[in-house]
Nanobody
Framework: QVQLVESGGGLVQAGGSLRLSCAASGRTASTYAMGWFRQAPGKEREFVAAINYKGSAYYADSVKGQFTISRDNAKNTVYLQMNSLKPEDTAVYYC????????????????WGQGTQVTVSS
């Protein structure tokens, strides 16, 4: 079992930055790939970024060059650094965990956090 707790969301003006954190509990947390997804009101959940258990990172085209995902296995924490934020980045951001390798499909993740709200004002 892996429990995930996201933090770091908030209200920011367009062009600003936020860093989201996802803390994972469990002895084998370092063997999980971690993914960030987001869901805006009235829209489906979408893949944002993910990092494999070995540290390889993957991004949705819409956030490449804007967001950076990283992990600190000593702290069992994954981060999502979000820069140059735009109003269209407004959403609830969720982190998910699945064994070893990432997927862009949220259905393939076994564990989820409660989500953290990110609101970008224009």
């Amino acid at each position: 079992q892996v429990q995930l707790v996201e933090s770091g969301g908030g209200l920011v003006q367009a062009g600003g930055s936020l860093r989201l954190s996802c803390a994972a509990s469990g002895r084998t947390a370092s063997t999980y790939a971690m993914g960030w997804f987001r869901q805006a009101p009235g829209k489906e959940r979408e893949f944002v970024a993910a990092i494999n258990y070995k540290g390889s990172a993957y991004y949705a085209d819409s956030v490449k060059g804007q967001f950076t995902i990283s992990r600190d296995n000593a702290k069992n924490t994954v981060y999502l650094q979000m820069n140059s934020l735009k109003p269209e980045d407004t959403a609830v951001y969720y982190c998910g965990a699945r064994k070893y390798y990432y997927s862009e499909s949220g259905d393939r993740y076994n564990f989820w956090g409660q989500g953290t709200q990110v609101t970008v004002s224009s």
